[in-house]
């Protein structure tokens, strides 16, 4: 399995982006999905998550500016970032639990690589 992640870039304080993250492998189900990010200096913090019946939480600071998504048909999850601010500038990554059939389930923890997001003041 391996989560493919895009859409960062640089943008003005106040543009939007969105990111996405396309899981490929063996897929049995998604669970949760994820999108974390890091700052140079910074732990790595969560920004938002999703479970499949649609329920999402995030993080403080990006409430009512971030919108986490997912379409199940597409392995597909995605960030949809608005109003950015010079803060929000980081390395995003996905993240996703998956669930895999090869005779047995398993479920493991995947990462997909950082996409960076730079948002210039």
């Known amino acids: 399995v391996q989560l493919q992640a895009s859409g960062g870039g640089l943008v003005q304080a106040g543009g939007s982006l969105r990111l996405s993250c396309v899981a490929s492998?063996?897929?049995?189900?998604?669970?949760?999905m994820a999108w974390y990010r890091q700052a140079p200096g910074k732990q790595r913090e969560l920004v938002a998550a999703?479970?499949?019946?649609?329920?999402?939480d995030y993080v403080d600071s990006v409430k009512g500016r971030f919108t986490i998504s997912r379409d199940n048909a597409k392995n597909t999850g995605y960030l949809q970032m608005n109003r950015l601010k010079p803060e929000d500038t980081a390395s995003y990554y996905c993240?996703?639990?998956?669930?895999?059939?090869?005779?047995?389930?398993?479920?493991?923890?995947?990462w997909g690589q950082g996409t960076q997001v730079t948002v210039s003041s």
């Open positions: 999703i479970i499949p019946s649609g329920k999402t």
């Open positions: 492998g063996n897929i049995f189900s998604i669970n949760r």
């Open positions: 993240n996703a639990d998956i669930t895999s059939y090869s005779g047995t389930y398993s479920s493991n923890d995947y």
